[in-house]
């Protein structure tokens, strides 16, 4: 990471698939001059990780000591332009050069007829899977250590994922591809231990997914540990499609909410159209 920093600060802010083809490919003597010439960059990017670390390690044990747990986010995907794409490319959907071979997204739905287009790399799973899902493993471990439990996002995508063209503008074109399931989630149980493995909250928001909760619900269920869902349209909406509350038990300690940051803005909206809305 230190070295990506001072890599980045060196190229001025470019993404890395755009730098020097030796560098960008991490031929070993390349990698090793940088770090001769970047050496005083590279120490201060590790001195700020340092402080940053120890502070946060502090706040982390003083809020333990007042009887406050910590949740930490862990993102589905990281982005195209970070050390961990950077340094492990053989895990990532990218061309030779690499640029987005396919680009992670959401088709369109009720917020945009365009979808949404994230941009982010997609995992090749079937490699992951080769090490028992090795850089999963530790990403969940080493954020273990900073918080004390994490909220897993968009668990839509470990069943299936939306799959555009590296080269896309939007995300209207894209197909939904298989997830690794359960497969990765026993392999995290497995390595970390059932305490560490039950520190896992995977968020489940199905508000525009109505048509694929019959797949999402059973997964979620499979891995036995309670979750986040953000309940709109599935705890009363009956005339859209599939209803959790009618033909699945929601497991003790599942917190549920109405909606969300977005949907709440959008329901404002909504009540300043129609002025009955209360």
């Known amino acids: 990471y230190a070295l990506f920093m001072a890599l980045k600060k060196y190229y001025k802010n470019l993404p ?3 730098w020097n083809l030796d560098i960008k490919l991490r031929k070993p003597q390349a990698l090793e001059s940088c770090r001769i010439s970047l050496a ?4 201060y990017a ?5 402080i940053f670390f120890k502070q946060w390690q502090d706040l982390h044990a003083y809020a333990n000591e007042k009887g406050i747990q910590i949740v930490g986010d862990v993102p589905i995907f990281p982005s195209h332009d970070s050390a961990d794409v950077w340094v492990h490319q053989d895990l990532f959907n990218l061309n030779a050069d690499g640029t987005l071979k396919t680009a992670a997204g959401v088709p369109p739905d009720y917020f945009s007829e365009d979808g949404q ?9 079937k490699v992951m899977q080769r090490d028992d899902y090795s850089w999963w493993r530790k990403r969940i471990a080493t954020l273990l250590n900073l918080v004390d439990i994490i909220r897993i996002d968009h668990f839509r995508g470990f069943e299936a994922y939306w799959e555009v063209s590296g080269m896309a503008t939007n995300a209207r074109v894209g197909k939904w591809v298989k997830g690794p399931g359960k ?3 026993d392999k995290i149980k497995e390595y970390l231990g059932a305490e560490n493995y039950n520190k896992l909250k995977p968020y489940m928001y199905v508000y525009s997914y109505y048509e694929c909760s019959e797949k999402i619900y059973p997964l979620i269920i499979s891995l036995n540990i309670q ?4 309940k709109y349209g599935l ?3 009956e005339g859209r499609g599939f209803s959790i509350a009618k033909h699945y038990s929601v497991p003790a300690g ?6 969300t940051f977005y949907l709440i803005n959008d329901r404002f909206v909504e009540s300043k159209e129609n002025e009955n809305d209360k």
């Open 183 to 185: 497969d990765l989630f």
């Open 227 to 230: 979750y986040d869902m953000v």
């Open 40 to 43: 005083q960059d590279i120490a």
């Open 16 to 18: 890395w698939y755009e």
């Open 46 to 50: 590790k001195f700020k990780q340092y």
């Open 254 to 259: 599942t917190r549920k909410y109405s909606s």
């Open 117 to 125: 287009l994230w941009g982010n790399p997609h995992y090749l799973w």
């Open 235 to 237: 705890f009363g909406d």
